[in-house]
């Protein structure tokens, strides 16, 4: 199959190569630019550990070909805080233990930094709903949720009042 030029802008470094066309961004971005920070679960572009940023917007990137990105910014996990730092984000969820296994842990903290930057002070009802598009098999949520909230409330290192329990929240 022929290749054909792509160039993105990967974490502010600009990355040029030749790839076939059917190549995802999610290959593009783990072989290519060797930033394998990017998890590979479903391939389907349901699990959400895939996830980056494009031109600021969360995406699938098992689900987009890197010829798509042609000339696009891309965010990775790798690109969310200085090599050998948490963003905020990151922080909150070792604060809260909003992982385990952390296969997981890219696609939301990506998908979490998209959805804060869009809703600086979101609901409880709207950060699961925001979460719905990642799954995680081993935290059962409620340290995601916490460690959304963390952020959300502006909170860098203190620990969390035990959180109350009202209306869907009891039911979750």
């Given amino acids: 199959m022929n290749e054909v030029p792509v ?3 990967v974490n502010d470094e600009r990355y040029r190569a030749f790839v076939e066309p059917r190549k995802t961004l999610a290959d593009f971005l783990r072989e290519d630019c060797v930033l394998t920070g990017t998890h590979l ?14 031109d600021g917007d969360a995406v699938r990137s098992c689900l987009m070909f890197a010829v798509q990105a042609d000339g696009a910014e891309v965010v990775t ?31 939301f ?34 340290g995601i949720v916490r460690a959304v909230e ?19 929240e009891a039911a979750s």
């Fill in 7 to 9: 160039t993105v802008t």
């Fill in 41 to 54: 679960g479903c391939e389907h572009g349901v699990c959400g550990a895939c996830t980056v940023l494009i």
């Fill in 77 to 107: 996990i790798e690109g969310l805080a200085p090599p050998g730092e948490l963003g905020p984000v990151q922080e909150a969820f070792r604060e809260e233990h909003g992982l385990q296994c952390g296969f997981c842990t890219p696609g």
């Fill in 109 to 142: 903290v990506v998908s979490v930094h998209a959805f804060l930057a869009a809703n600086p002070r979101p609901s409880r009802t709207e950060i699961r709903e925001a979460l719905s598009g990642n799954l995680c098999r081993c935290t059962g949520y409620q």
């Fill in 150 to 168: 963390r952020v959300a409330a502006g909170i860098a290192g203190a620990p969390t009042a035990a959180p109350t329990a009202t209306g869907d």
